[in-house]
């Protein structure tokens, strides 16, 4: 169990290294969104499943989802002036 551990933070750390290295904001929604998810998964194995859940509704669907939307926003407005 302790190397499944080990797995998972290394993971955790890589997808963390991708979120930070990405320019581009959507990709930066969409790697923060699969580091959530790896966070997840984290949660998962070291046996705290209400966490996870919470990572899962909140930080891989509704944060992700209101970066977009005010990315969008954005970008129509620079098309309105």
């Known amino acids: 169990m302790n190397w499944l551990i080990g797995v998972m933070l290394a993971s955790c750390a ?3 290294w991708l979120v930070v290295i990405s320019r581009d904001p959507k990709r930066q929604v969409f790697a923060l969104c699969g580091n959530s998810l790896v966070l997840a998964l ?3 194995v070291l046996q705290a ?3 996870a859940f919470s990572e899962i ?3 891989t669907v509704v944060v ?3 970066f977009l939307i005010t990315l ?3 970008a ?3 098309l309105r002036r």
């Open 57 to 59: 509704a909140v930080d």
């Open 64 to 66: 992700p989802l209101l």
């Open 72 to 74: 969008a926003a954005i």
């Open 14 to 16: 890589v997808s963390g």
């Open 76 to 78: 129509i407005n620079k």
């Open 42 to 44: 984290l949660f998962f």
């Open 49 to 51: 499943p209400d966490v």
